[in-house]
Nanobody
Framework: QVQLVQSGGGLVQAGGSLRLTCAASGRILRINTMSWYRQAPGNQRELVAAITLGGDTNYVESVKGRFTISRDNAKNTVYLQMDSLKPEDTAVYYC????????????????WGQGTQVTVSS
């Protein structure tokens, strides 16, 4: 069975930095696109950043130049480095994978991590 386990997050002052980690466990052969989403109270979940298997990235406009997504394919892990944090970045952050294939050939679609709270104080 495949799981996505998140770590990182917490409380930080505006202008500070945090790093989120999401590790996929299981007998994983390949993970396609890995992404970070966030959801603030009363808002819809939004895509923050995504990275393909080949390393291509895209970001929501509001975090460009401040957040960096990266991945370590050998560790089946995706990271989100968040710098120059603003109060409006406060949300629960979720990692997501669109497609995971394990060594038995089983396909796992649209998997989510458990979520982690990021709170930025002004």
């Amino acid at each position: 069975q495949v799981q996505l386990v998140q770590s990182g997050g917490g409380l930080v002052q505006a202008g500070g930095s945090l790093r989120l980690t999401c590790a996929a466990s299981g007998r994983i052969l390949r993970i396609n696109t890995m992404s970070w989403y966030r959801q603030a109270p009363g808002n819809q979940r939004e895509l923050v950043a995504a990275i393909t298997l080949g390393g291509d990235t895209n970001y929501v406009e509001s975090v460009k130049g401040r957040f960096t997504i990266s991945r370590d394919n050998a560790k089946n892990t995706v990271y989100l480095q968040m710098d120059s944090l603003k109060p409006e970045d406060t949300a629960v952050y979720y990692c997501n994978t669109d497609l995971i294939i394990d060594y038995s050939g089983k396909i796992y679609k649209n998997y989510w991590g458990q979520g982690t709270q990021v709170t930025v104080s002004s």
